[in-house]
T-cell receptor, first 113, second 119 residues
Framework: AQSVTQPDIHITVSEGASLELRCNYSYGATPYLFWYVQSPGQGLQLLLKYFSGDTLVQGIKGFEAEFKRSQSSFNLRKPSVHWSDAAEYFCAVGMDSSYKLIFGSGTRLLVRP | EAGVAQSPRYKIIEKRQSVAFWCNPISGHATLYWYQQILGQGPKLLIQFQNNGVVDDSQLPKDRFSAERLKGVDSTLKIQPAKLEDSAVYLC?????????????????FGPGTRLTVL
């Protein structure tokens, strides 16, 4: 069955430090992969997506993610975190046949001043 | 461009009562989704519409939940009767849901959600 695992429930980083959020997926075919961010009381906003091609994907707000097929991973990175990045981050895999998204359980990012 | 609209934003009801949520997708988006997001979890798809037809409702508790998308535009999700475990945020999303060349365009745009508390 298709699934997405985000092993870190919470991550705390200092402002200006680098960030990596982990995501592993299980899906038989070529995956469509997404990262969404959710601020308190807000809906989900798409940060970036991978459909095919270059495995390093650039997104909004200075985020990037790298697709590694051999590791079934799609980790999110940012070189320098800003206080406004504090939010919950969700990784998702999209299924080709139905456009259905399966989400991970999320990682809450806390940013220390 | 207007985003996905949802109402109400908050709802508090007692168990066994009924409740309905409304969603208006982005204009021109053929596909509409309802997700349930329980505190501490990722969103879980309840039902997916393509125009006014149901594509996937395998995760919808059909004994108490129902949804419709008349005329293929806005949609209503209803719970009757509500249980304590239905307390969650209900998110609506929409997408174009069309193929562009060899790629499936699958970006979903989310509304702000309705936070339901069942007492």
């Amino acid at each position: 069955a298709q699934s997405v695992t985000q092993p870190d429930i919470h991550i705390t980083v200092s402002e200006g430090a680098s960030l990596e959020l982990r995501c592993n997926y299980s899906y038989g075919a070529t995956p469509y992969l997404f990262w969404y961010v959710q601020s308190p009381g807000q809906g989900l906003q798409l940060l970036l997506k991978y459909f095919s091609g270059d495995t390093l994907v650039q997104g909004i707000k200075g985020f990037e993610a790298e697709f590694k097929r051999s590791q079934s991973s799609f980790n999110l990175r940012k070189p320098s975190v800003h206080w406004s990045d504090a939010a919950e981050y969700f990784c998702a895999v999209g299924m080709d046949s139905s456009y259905k998204l399966i989400f991970g359980s999320g990682t809450r990012l806390l940013v220390r001043p | 461009e207007a985003g996905v609209a949802q109402s109400p934003r908050y709802k508090i009801i007692e168990k066994r009562q009924s409740v309905a949520f409304w969603c208006n997708p982005i204009s021109g988006h053929a596909t509409l989704y309802w997700y349930q997001q329980i505190l501490g979890q990722g969103p879980k798809l309840l039902i997916q519409f393509q125009n006014n037809g149901v594509v996937d409702d395998s995760q919808l508790p059909k004994d108490r939940f129902s949804a419709e998308r008349l005329k293929g535009v806005d949609s209503t999700l209803k719970i009757q009767p509500a249980k304590l475990e239905d307390s969650a945020v209900y998110l609506c999303a929409s997408s174009l849901g069309v193929r562009l060349g060899s790629l499936v365009y699958n970006e979903q745009f989310f509304g702000p959600g309705t936070r339901l508390t069942v007492l």
